[in-house]
């Protein structure tokens, strides 16, 4: 099994909609999460931190789920600009920062 | 601060032939890491330093790749000799460790490698 595994998509989704992207870790001592965003022929960028309680960021909310090993992302009112691979990122480091990524889900918004 | 700083930006080689990427993390930050991308097998991690010292090379694919960190502001991945399956985009990442556990990587805009 591997240690980060994301829906596999692709998801096209028209310009509004709400999406919704799973994740989850094998790894139970895993430190810290992440959503990252990665656009075609670019270079990963964090998207947001992911809070034990829950985060959110405008249009972007955040979820963990400890117990189940679990994480997901919501995106509300989906624009264009949102087109791009959204990657898992779980920190695994038993000693410092050992950072895993999932295989990512890409995300198509449609006009 | 410039950010990570990878260079070439693209390379082009004969298979059989060195190759040396080249990063700069930003000022600061005490983890390095190397990875590499491919359509087929995604983003993997080959190696990652801490404070200059190689904490894990499990990721290494073999001995034709090595790695080092020389000092703080410097590393290099070198493929020798280089293959055509090592055609990849190769991105180097830095963080901090500030007892913060949700710091997070920063990449550079990546090396994209083409053996032929």
């Known amino acids: 099994r591997k240690e980060v595994e994301q829906d596999p998509g692709p998801f096209n989704v028209p310009e509004g909609a709400t999406v919704a992207f799973n994740c989850t870790y094998s790894n139970s001592a895993s430190q810290s999460f992440f959503w990252y965003r990665q656009d075609c022929r670019k270079e990963p960028k964090l998207l947001m931190s992911?809070?034990?309680s829950g985060n959110e960021d405008g249009r972007f909310t955040a979820q963990l789920n400890r117990a189940s090993q679990y994480i997901s992302l919501l995106i509300r009112d989906s624009k264009l600009s949102d087109s791009a691979t959204y990657l898992c990122v779980v920190n695994v480091g038993n000693y410092g920062q050992n950072f895993v990524f999932g295989p990512g889900t890409r995300l198509s918004v449609l006009p | 601060d410039a950010g990570v700083i990878q260079s070439p930006r693209h390379e082009v080689t004969e298979m059989g032939q060195e190759v040396t990427l080249r990063c700069k993390p930003i000022?600061?930050?005490?983890?390095l890491f190397w990875y590499r991308q491919t359509m087929m097998r995604g983003l993997e991690l080959l190696i990652y330093?801490?404070?200059?010292?190689?904490?894990?090379d499990s990721g290494m694919p073999e001995d034709r790749f090595s790695a080092k960190m020389p000092n703080a502001s410097f590393s290099t991945l070198k493929i020798q000799p280089s293959e055509p399956r090592d055609s990849a985009v190769y991105f180097c990442a830095s963080s901090s460790d500030l007892a913060n556990v949700n710091t997070e990587a920063f990449f550079g805009q990546g090396t994209r490698l083409t053996v032929v």
């Open positions: 992911v809070y034990s």
């Open positions: 000022s600061g930050h005490d983890y």
């Open positions: 330093f801490n404070n200059n010292v190689p904490i894990d």
